[in-house]
Structures are given as C-alpha cells and as structure tokens.
C-alpha cells in the first residue's frame, strides 16, 4: 500500500483546469452589486461610477441593464432629466444568491 504524499493530496483536491470558476457574467455582476445598493432607483451614471469595475464602459452598463430588464430585476423608470437613463430596483424577497435566469 502507498502512502500519498502531501503533494498527493494537494494535487488530488486541485480543480482540474477545465474545472475552474468561469468569470461571471457582466450581467450578473451587476445583479449582485444592485443587491447591495440602497437607494430604490439606479442610474446608468451611478453604474459607471459605483458599480462593478469590470462593467463600467458604456456598452456593458447598458447590455448588462437590457438582460437585467428582461429577466424583471430592473424596471425602466421616469428619469428627472430627458438626457439620462434610470432604473427601478425589484427586490425579491429574500433571496440569498440572486441569478440572472429565472
């Protein structure tokens, strides 16, 4: 009988590379920043300042928002500018890992 050495044992509780954590989607990182937001509104100029570093261009506040739209966790909302572009937040209960996908 062998007795496996710690690099064994190290080696055997080491995802494979094919199993490592995927980077989240844009969208969902922005789903778990806006569980952390505390006012009820959002807008896109907050995302760009405040929200995850990875999404803060433009173009990925603005897909990130439409799948958020389309899967009901933001709500297009009345903005007090014409210029701007603002969002209601849907809290849905307690929920303690939101996904993205219904």
């Known amino acids: 009988m062998r007795v496996a050495s710690i690099f064994d044992r190290l080696a055997h509780s080491r995802p494979s ?3 490592k954590a995927q980077k989240p989607e844009p ?3 922005l789903l778990n920043w806006l569980q952390r937001w505390s006012k009820p509104t959002v807008t896109a ?3 760009r300042i405040y929200g995850p570093t990875s999404i803060r261009d433009r173009e990925s506040v603005i897909s990130s928002v439409e799948v958020l739209v389309a899967h009901g966790w933001l709500v297009p909302h009345k ?3 014409r ?3 603002q969002w209601r937040i849907v809290r849905k209960g ?3 890992h939101p996904t993205v996908a219904p």
């Open 17 to 19: 590379p094919t199993q």
């Open 27 to 29: 969208a969902q990182l």
């Open 45 to 47: 100029r907050e995302i």
């Open 79 to 81: 903005p007090p500018r």
């Open 83 to 85: 210029d701007m572009r």
């Open 94 to 96: 307690p929920i303690v």
